[in-house]
C-alpha cells in the first residue's frame, strides 16, 4: 500500500507523419457528404490533438506550476546561469526524465491500452521506486493524483476511472508519467504524442521555473522551447524503444540539487 510520504513522516506504434505535398486551398477542399463526417486522416485526428492541448495547458491545474524540476536546487548552489540553461535542460531530457517519465509513460500507455492493468501498476511502483529523493517522489504522485482526479471528472473513461480507484485505494503510487499514460491511453492519443506532448509540457514548466526564478525572460524562454524541439523528438523516440528493465534516470546532480533543496530555508517551489 502507498501513503503519502507526508503523512508516513507525522507517523508503439509510431504516428503517420503529416503529408505537406497533398493539395490545399480553394478548390481544392475534399468532398463531404452533409450528414457525415469525412474520414480521419492518420495523425490529424483533431480529437487526439485537442486533448494534447488541454493536458499540456498550464492553466491545466495539474500542479506543474510548483515545480522546478530541481532547477531552483542548482540557482541555490550557483550551478547554473543564462548560458549554462539550454545544457542543463536537454540534458535533464536525455538523462533524467527520458529514460524514467517519459519511458514508464510509455509503458503505462501500451499497459492501459492492451487493459494490462497489473503491467501498468508494475510500471508505477517501478518509476516511483527510480526515485531517490522524497521530493521528487512527492512531487511526482502529488501530480499523479491530481491529473488522474482531475482527468476522471473532465474525461470520464473507464480506464481513468478504474486506474483512479486503483491509486485512491493505495495500491499504486500514482506518478505522473504513469498517470499521464493511462489518460492519454483512455483518451485515445496515440503513444508518440502522448510521449512528445508530456516532454513538451515538462520543458514549458521548467522555463515557466526559469521565468520565476530571473534566469530567463519571457523571450528568451520562448527561444528556449524552440531549440530544445529536437531534443523532444530524439528524447520520445529513445523512450519509446526503452523496455521495462532500462527503466531509470542517471542524473545525480540533479538529485544531489534536490535532496540540498529539501532542507533550505527559504524556497519558492514544491521540487
Known amino acids: 500500500m502507498y501513503r503519502d510520504e507526508t503523512e508516513a513522516a507525522a507517523l508503439g506504434t509510431p504516428d503517420t507523419h503529416l503529408v505537406h505535398d497533398l493539395p490545399h486551398g480553394p478548390g ?12 480521419h486522416t492518420p ?11 488541454q493536458l499540456t495547458d498550464s492553466a491545466f491545474p495539474s500542479g506543474f506550476y510548483t515545480l522546478s524540476h530541481s532547477l531552483e536546487g542548482f540557482v541555490q548552489q550557483g550551478a547554473v546561469d543564462q548560458d549554462s540553461l539550454a545544457v542543463l535542460l536537454h540534458d535533464v531530457l536525455r538523462h533524467g526524465v527520458g529514460p524514467s517519465d517519459a519511458t514508464a509513460l510509455a509503458l503505462a ?52 476511472t478504474r ?4 491509486v485512491t485505494d493505495r495500491l499504486a503510487p500514482g506518478t505522473q508519467a504513469v498517470a499521464a499514460g493511462v489518460v492519454y491511453a483512455a483518451t485515445g492519443v496515440p503513444v508518440r504524442q502522448a510521449v512528445a506532448a508530456d516532454l513538451f509540457a515538462f520543458c514549458a514548466s521548467f522555463t ?6 530571473r534566469l530567463t525572460d519571457h523571450r528568451l524562454a520562448q527561444g528556449l522551447l524552440r531549440r530544445t524541439a529536437p531534443v523532444i523528438e530524439e528524447t520520445t ?35
Open 28 to 39: 481544392h477542399e475534399p468532398p463531404h457528404t452533409p450528414g457525415h463526417e469525412p474520414p
Open 43 to 53: 495523425g490529424l485526428d483533431l480529437r487526439h490533438l485537442l486533448v494534447s492541448l
Open 109 to 160: 500507455h501500451r499497459a492501459a491500452a492492451a487493459d494490462d492493468w497489473d503491467t501498468v501498476a508494475a510500471t508505477d511502483r517501478r518509476l516511483h521506486a527510480t526515485k531517490l529523493g522524497r521530493e521528487m517522489r512527492q512531487a511526482a504522485t502529488r501530480t499523479g493524483r491530481q491529473l488522474l482526479d482531475l482527468a476522471a471528472e473532465v474525461f470520464g473513461a473507464p480506464g481513468i
Open 163 to 166: 486506474y483512479h480507484r486503483t
Open 208 to 213: 515557466g521555473a526559469a521565468l520565476r526564478l
Open 237 to 271: 523516440r529513445e523512450a519509446l524503444a526503452r523496455g521495462p528493465g532500462d527503466l531509470g534516470a542517471t542524473t545525480f546532480a540533479a538529485d544531489v540539487m534536490s535532496a540540498r533543496h529539501e532542507r533550505a530555508e527559504a524556497r519558492l517551489f514544491a521540487s
